[in-house]
């Protein structure tokens, strides 16, 4: 069993940057990959990023590449997600996962309860 509590959320201007956390428990994380996804208004879930169990393999959606970065701390047990240069577009409910470790929300068996991320003026 994997407990998930993303935090660092918030409103932020368009061009800044963010970097949220997600704090796991239980014994078993370091045996699961990890994603976060996210949701906008009015909008289907999205995958955003995956990592591998020890973090050396990562993926990303293609459109976020070179803007976010995924990274794990497995001492830590957190999964984290640098957002830098962000746009409105990018507003939306931010969740991470842990389970096999792709871009299909189906493969993962934990989910956090999600996290906002606003970006505005």
């Known amino acids: 069993q994997v407990q998930l509590v993303e935090s660092g959320g918030g409103l932020v201007q ?3 940057s963010l970097r949220l956390s997600c704090a796991a428990s239980g014994p078993s994380f370091s045996t699961y990959a990890v994603g976060w996804f996210r949701q ?16 050396d393999s990562t993926y990303y959606a293609d459109s976020l590449k070179g803007r976010f970065t ?7 047990k ?10 409105p577009e990018d507003t939306a409910v931010y969740s ?10 189906g493969e993962y068996d934990y989910w956090g309860q999600g996290t906002q991320v606003t970006v505005s003026k």
């Open 40 to 55: 906008g208004p009015g909008k289907e879930r999205e995958f955003v990023a995956s990592a591998s169990v020890s973090g």
């Open 14 to 16: 368009p061009g800044g």
């Open 96 to 105: 991470c996962a842990a389970g096999m470790g792709s871009s299909r929300p």
């Open 78 to 87: 957190t999964v984290y997600l640098q957002m830098n240069n962000l746009k």
């Open 70 to 76: 995924i990274s794990r701390d497995n001492a830590k």
